[in-house]
């Protein structure tokens, strides 16, 4: 691994470099809309497995595919009626696929942690798209953290977590979602696998039939489904409407507290700073974080998805 890790600017120059990166088996953390993720070629063996060995994160926990289009993803991947409609409706953006992998579609084994399917998005932020493109390929691309820490959604908080084992990140600034993609699986009827930022209610009526919902337990089907993941150092406590001693305090609407997710209730400016103030709270030296009530609504179910398994037993 490297010992030293560039930060390029999101210019010509910099996505030039980190393409040249990716070609030649090294890793890249850029930005997406949901979270900095952490980019190899998800062609190369080695190169995939380099993003398991910096992040410590198990081999049967599959990765995300970036593509720049659906073209992209339908080469890689069986396509039904349904994936056609809601990449339509929701490509570019914060939505994953989960469908039956082609043969001979050329993917690393390690990505999909030996299924026989393929977890696959196109993302929407600029910087992303153009690195895509500028790669030319299929990027396998977790969150840029150690496995089990708080996502990453600005450069310095990749460089806090993974300075020195990994080639380079990209900065491009705050991720506006701030929460990962929803994850959708489509090998039969659509279950939403790991809620994220399409809400569910969006995607039933994308498609006008209901969503089942993963009811957990069992082998691991498709990324972020670990019971405890996106934590802190400090311990979790969920519920909370007042801080107990020694405690920080993550509000939300009326709650006060430390910081605030949305003091108006936003959902979606609460997911947009979740992980970036549960960063800032960690970094205060708080033994644990109390955070408030939020709704299990919209996006709201993508929030408290995040903080049940940061909360977690570890």
Request: glycine share 12%; net charge negative.
């Amino acid at each position: 691994m490297p010992n030293a890790t560039e930060t390029l600017q999101a210019d010509d120059g910099g996505i030039a470099r980190a393409a040249a990166i990716w070609r030649a088996g090294g890793l890249v953390a850029f930005p997406t809309e949901t979270v900095y993720g952490l980019g190899a070629d998800a062609r190369d063996g080695r190169a995939v497995a380099a993003i398991f060995e910096a992040k410590g994160r198990p081999r049967f926990n599959p990765l995300i595919v970036h593509v720049a289009d659906a073209a992209q993803a339908r080469a890689l991947v069986e396509w039904p009626d349904a994936a056609e409609i809601v990449a339509s409706a929701f490509w570019p953006g914060p939505l994953t696929l989960v469908l039956p992998l082609r043969a001979g579609a050329g993917i690393s084994p390690l990505v999909t942690a030996g299924l026989d399917t393929l977890a696959v998005r196109v993302p929407a932020h600029p910087v992303a798209r153009a690195l895509l493109a500028a790669f030319g390929g299929p990027v396998a691309a977790p969150s840029a953290n150690p496995s089990g820490r708080i996502s990453p959604t600005q450069a310095g908080h990749v460089l806090a977590g993974l300075s020195g084992r990994i080639a380079a990140v990209v900065d491009g600034g705050a991720c506006p979602v701030g929460v990962e993609s929803t994850i959708l699986g489509l090998k039969g009827a659509p279950v939403l696998l790991r809620p994220g930022g399409v809400p569910v209610e969006a995607l039933e009526a994308a498609l006008g039939r209901p969503v089942a919902l993963h009811e957990g337990g069992g082998a691991v089907s498709a990324p972020g489904q670990l019971a405890s993941h996106y934590a802190p150092g400090a311990r979790v406590r969920l519920e909370a409407t007042e801080r107990r001693p020694g405690e920080a305090m993550l509000g939300f609407g009326a709650v006060a507290g430390d910081l605030n997710l949305s003091e108006t209730g936003d959902l979606v400016e609460a997911a947009a700073t979740l992980f970036h103030h549960l960063h800032a709270l960690d970094e205060g030296g708080a033994e644990a974080i109390a955070v408030a009530p939020v709704p299990e609504r919209g996006l709201g179910r993508a929030i408290n998805d995040r903080l049940r398994r940061a909360a977690a037993d570890r």
